[in-house]
């Protein structure tokens, strides 16, 4: 699993450090801001050294949670961010009217179920309350990671903007 997170840094860091040389392009001396939610992550170390290796000064601005580098970027707080996959800013460009782009691509990283009272998925009593990501664009990444537990079932199998009304059975209760 390390050498597969050092792999998606390196070659996310090529994709990013061609997008902020194309953000630094104007002036030499300027300070490229890169958005990101999770900036102690171990592997913004490699970003740093594969820009600063370009010549490219970076300033690596950490975001609390999802919904703030898009709107940052746009009000020009920022020079690029990285943090998203393609729906999630298709997501956003459609509620706030923004035209972002996409100008390289980034590690999307699975969803999955974490607990501090269950042990196991066959844990789950009837009843019991899930969290699911409160977005549209991650919604359904939520709601399949349920049902490939078969805690649900949805409508569906690949939609990707799910609703409480995409899940047509609660199978908690049946599993036993």
Request: charged residues 20%.
């Amino acid at each position: 699993m390390a050498h597969l997170k050092k792999l998606l840094a390196a070659a996310s860091a090529v994709v990013l450090t061609a997008g902020l040389a194309a953000c630094s392009s104007d002036s030499a001396d300027k300070t490229v801001k890169l958005g990101v939610v999770g900036a102690s992550d171990p592997f913004w170390a490699d970003y740093e050294k594969a820009v600063e290796a370009e010549g490219i000064d970076l300033e690596i601005v950490d975001f609390g949670e999802y919904s703030l580098p898009n709107p940052a970027l746009a009000a020009g707080e920022i020079d690029v961010n990285q943090f998203q996959h393609i729906l999630f800013l298709a997501n956003h460009n459609a509620e706030s009217g923004d035209d972002l782009t996409t100008i390289g691509s980034t590690a999307i990283f699975p969803l999955g179920l974490y607990s501090k009272k269950h042990k196991s998925v066959e844990d789950i009593p009837e009843g019991a309350t899930v969290g699911i990501p409160n977005d549209g664009s991650n919604r359904g990444r939520g709601l399949l990671v349920l049902q490939s537990a078969g805690l649900v079932k949805t409508t569906h199998t690949r939609v990707t903007y799910y609703t409480a009304r995409s899940i047509r059975l609660n199978t908690v209760h049946s599993r036993k």
